[in-house]
Nanobody, 125 residues
Framework: QLQLVESGGGLVQAGGSMRLSCAAS????????MGWFRQAPGKERVFVASISWNGARTYYADSVKGRFTISRDNAKNTVYLQMNTLKPEDTAVYYC??????????????????WGQGTQVTVSS
């Protein structure tokens, strides 16, 4: 059973940067496809970015492409989300997720088996 713990959220001004981390334990991290999702108040959870087990392939939602970068360090069992040029509409709870049978361009939360508890990101205007 894989456990995921996010960190790095907080308050930032529009135009600023923030890096989220997600530490995994209890499983073979480097066999999992990893993803980041976010959920704004009153809205559904939506896909942000994903990365293959070896880091060779990444995929982004159009809304964050060019501003966010997902990466992973399998030696540290950690996946990251570097967020630049943040906008107020990026405000949400950010969740990391892990799955073994995730398509390269999958954006569905149903494809991911394990989830973190989430970390709040607030971007002020």
């Amino acid at each position: 059973q894989l456990q995921l713990v996010e960190s790095g959220g907080g308050l930032v001004q529009a135009g600023g940067s923030m890096r989220l981390s997600c530490a995994a334990s209890g499983g073979t991290f480097d066999t999992y496809h990893m993803g980041w999702f976010r959920q704004a108040p009153g809205k559904e959870r939506v896909f942000v970015a994903s990365i293959s087990w070896n880091g060779a392939r990444t995929y982004y939602a159009d809304s964050v492409k060019g501003r966010f970068t997902i990466s992973r360090d399998n030696a540290k069992n950690t996946v990251y989300l570097q967020m630049n040029t943040l906008k107020p509409e990026d405000t949400a709870v950010y969740y990391c997720a892990a799955g073994r049978l995730v398509g390269q361009r999958s954006t569905s939360s149903y494809d991911f088996d394990y989830w973190g508890q989430g970390t709040q990101v607030t971007v002020s205007s």
